[in-house]
């Protein structure tokens, strides 16, 4: 058996602490880059979603490559912290590195050919002779390597097994339900007909319906509304999106469009934050959100003053607008609170009440605080009608009454009479995979309060 220090045996006293700390520094430094390069394709594979949600914390405002990702940085180190405990030789290490390595530069070697022939636009020909001469010698290597799988190689092969079957569990049913999601959303036509048939109840109150979708109404609004014939007398479609930029300008985040007609009050906005844009005070966001459809209605979906564009959508049309800022010049919402006293009874009261000798008298004794909201328009106001003016006041009052967010999600089962792969992958893998992932939601930071979570079964 050949010795694992044979490398450094081999090489004179004189230099062989300097060849030492070379080789130490060398392999810090190849460490670093295979967790630089490991961030950057589980990064690429998110985009692609090909990999659970993870977090992803970007470091550099000027540079986007620049990631980490806290539990990929826990899953390397508990790898390489099992495989150097469990094999205890560097020889075993070196088997599995070396397997790893040139399997790498074998599948290089085949994409690279396709590069050559789709984006560069050589000849087949030349790209037939460039995989024949290089992939004829790593291919050498790759098949030497395979003759060392069970002194340590099969631990590049199991490892890649695994990641394979979850970016694959992942991807296969992230598009099972996305094309439930978008078979299922519910036309416009069946909102305009809602009211007249299931006796809609409209409650005091802004209701903002978080959705991946950028057009349609989604399938759990209308799996709530069935259920629960009431919604909110404003009602908002929310989209959060994220771009590869680093920050967004406010004047340009929120894009805003009105479904059905003015009167039915129920808006769509896309809100769109750049990698570095934090969004953590829920309150802030909420007055942003509400300036922003306040600042819609007052200009005018078919109106392009003040700075406000237009962008088509499929069913709809979604309007820039910019909100209040250094900038650019809108509404404003300005809110306090105001003490309402309520009278309840005194312990005694309730006594007399109760053996009913004499009658209650009520006391005010508890103060309740109600939020008054007030739009404050900028020096210039447009000339506003009667609608548009109805339509603010009401926006107002649904502010006051509060503001409750509806998440919803869909749990995907595999249908009858599907195969057992099937069902594996979508009732078992693809099930464990959303439950112990991140949340599409988790960086609103929503109020658990105010959050009504709706969720239904899609069969795929």
């Known amino acids: 058996m050949a010795s694992p220090f044979g490398f450094y045996v081999s090489v004179p006293d004189r230099i062989r602490w300097p060849v030492i700390v070379i080789a130490v520094l060398a392999a810090t430094v190849g460490s670093q880059a295979i967790i630089t390069g490991t961030f950057s394709i589980i990064k690429q594979c998110h985009a692609l979603n090909c990999f659970p949600r993870v977090k ?48 790498v530069m074998l599948i290089t070697t085949v994409l690279m050919s396709l590069v050559m022939v789709l984006c560069w636009n050589q000849s087949l020909f030349f790209a037939i002779c460039f995989i024949l001469f290089f992939g004829a010698i790593e291919a050498l290597y ?32 992230s598009l099972m339900k996305y094309e439930s999601d978008f078979h299922n959303k519910v036309p416009l036509d069946w909102l305009l007909g809602l009211g007249p048939s299931l006796n809609i109840v409209r409650v005091k109150g802004i209701g903002l319906v978080h959705t991946e979708l950028v057009s349609g109404i989604p399938a759990v609004f209308s799996h709530f509304v069935t259920n629960v014939p009431a919604f909110h007398q404003t009602l908002v ?9 680093p920050y967004v300008l406010p ?27 934090i969004h953590k005070d829920n309150i802030e966001f909420e007055k942003q959100l509400v300036c922003s459809i ?40 300005w809110e306090d609170e105001e003490e309402v006293p309520l009278r309840v009874s005194s312990p005694g009261e309730i006594r007399e009440l109760q053996s009913s000798i004499k009658k209650k008298e009520l006391q005010p004794s508890v103060v309740q605080r109600k939020k008054r909201v007030t739009f404050v328009l900028p ?24 503001m409750s967010f509806i998440l919803g999600d869909s749990n995907v089962r595999a249908r009858r009479g599907s195969n057992w792969i099937k069902k594996v992958l979508i009732n078992h893998g693809y099930d464990f995979l959303s439950r112990n992932s991140r949340s599409a939601t988790n960086g609103l930071c929503i109020p658990s309060a105010s959050t009504l979570e709706v969720r239904m079964v899609c069969h795929v």
Not at 389 to 399: G, H, I, S
């Open 237 to 245: 479609f929310l989209c959060i999106k994220s771009v590869h930029v």
């Open 379 to 402: 020096d210039n106001p447009r000339i506003m009608d009667g609608d548009t003016q109805e339509e603010l006041a009401e926006l107002m009052e649904a502010r006051e009454a509060g």
């Open 294 to 333: 306040a600042e819609f209605i007052r200009s005018g979906r078919e109106e392009h003053t003040l700075g406000v564009g237009v962008l088509h959508n499929h069913d709809n049309r979604m309007t820039l607008v910019g909100i209040s800022s250094a900038h650019t010049e809108g509404i404003r919402i």
């Open 142 to 173: 790759f098949v030497a390597s395979l003759v060392r799988i069970l002194d340590g190689a099969w631990v590049s092969l199991a490892l890649s097994s695994v990641f394979f079957v979850v970016m694959y569990t992942w991807h296969y049913g």
């Open 56 to 103: 992803i914390v970007h470091t550099s405002s000027k540079i986007r490559g620049q990631v980490y990702i806290p539990e990929v940085n826990w899953i390397l180190m508990v790898l390489c912290l099992a495989v150097t405990i469990g094999f205890r030789d560097t020889t075993h290490m070196a088997n599995a590195s070396g397997l790893a390595v040139i399997t």
């Open 251 to 277: 004047e340009e985040r929120f894009l805003v469009g009105r479904i059905g007609p003015k009167e039915f009050r129920i808006y769509r906005c896309i809100v769109r934050y750049g990698y570095r844009d």
